[in-house]
């Protein structure tokens, strides 16, 4: 079993950026699949960005491509999702994800997550 938590979430101006962490305890942290995700107000969860438990593969929605970057350091037992060239509708609460298994995209498939933090963009 993994706990998570996230951190890194705050107000920024459109055209800005943020770094989120995600702290992972637990000795098997490396063999977990990561990913993040958010949730806007009145919206469903959706899938930001997720990593594969190697680190070779990754994924990213289409909405944040070549703006944001998924990474892992498993040395530190930590996920990061650095977001740059933010827009007002990245707001959303996001969260961080494990999983062991087979690698997903879906939200339903991952046990395991962190509490959330706010992300919130002003124009």
């Known amino acids: 079993q993994v706990q998570l938590v996230e951190s890194g979430g705050g107000l920024v101006q459109a055209g800005g950026s943020l770094r989120l962490s995600c702290a992972a305890s637990g000795r098997t942290f490396s063999s977990y699949h990561m990913a993040w995700f958010r949730q806007a107000p009145g919206k469903e969860r959706e899938v930001v960005a997720a990593i594969i438990w190697t680190g070779s593969t990754t994924f990213y929605a289409d909405s944040v491509k070549g703006r944001f970057t998924i990474s892992r350091d498993k040395v530190k037992n930590t996920v990061y999702l650095q977001m740059d060239s933010l827009k007002p509708e990245d707001t959303a609460v996001y969260f961080c994800?494990?999983?062991?298994?087979?690698?997903?995209?879906?939200?339903?498939?991952?046990?395991?997550w962190g509490q959330g933090t706010q992300v919130t963009v002003s124009t």
């Open positions: 994800a494990a999983k062991v298994g087979s690698y997903s995209v879906s939200a339903s498939l991952y046990p395991y």
